[in-house]
């Protein structure tokens, strides 16, 4: 039904920055509440980056201040903008969609119904 695509991940030094960008087919993305995920071999998927219908966001602590999501419906795209890169944000980044109907900010995994194929991100000290 919903695919989703990501680029813009890369080899970079800590302190660098990379944009990721995430689109979307079809016509009511708009309405849609997507999400960035990271994962890293062995560990579960988490969130690190959400944002709303109506563009509320919302970040994990180790991200906020570093990190930022938006979007722009006009291109079916969402984007994550992340800066003062650690090696720590090393990572497969995910962009996901919320399933219609979760109410709230929510950071779980089970919320998400179509996901992307991911885009690695490594940071180099």
């Known amino acids: 039904q919903l695919q989703l695509v990501e680029s813009g991940g890369g080899l970079v030094q800590a302190g660098d920055s990379l944009r990721l960008s995430c689109v979307a087919s079809?016509?009511?993305?708009?309405?849609?509440?997507m999400g960035w995920f990271r994962q890293t071999p062995g560990k579960q998927r988490v969130l690190v980056a959400g944002?709303?219908?109506?563009?509320?966001?919302y970040y994990v602590d180790s991200v906020r201040g570093r990190f930022t999501i938006s979007r722009d419906n006009a291109k079916n795209t969402v984007y994550l903008q992340m800066n003062s890169l650690k090696p720590e944000d090393t990572a497969v980044y995910y962009c996901?969609?919320?399933?219609?109907?979760?109410?709230?900010?929510?950071?779980?995994?089970?919320?998400?119904?179509?996901w992307g194929q991911g885009t690695q991100v490594t940071v180099s000290s």
């Open positions: 079809g016509r009511t993305f708009r309405s849609y509440d």
């Open positions: 996901a969609r919320k399933r219609p109907g979760v109410i709230g900010l929510t950071f779980s995994e089970i919320d998400y119904d179509y």
């Open positions: 944002i709303t219908s109506d563009s509320t966001r």
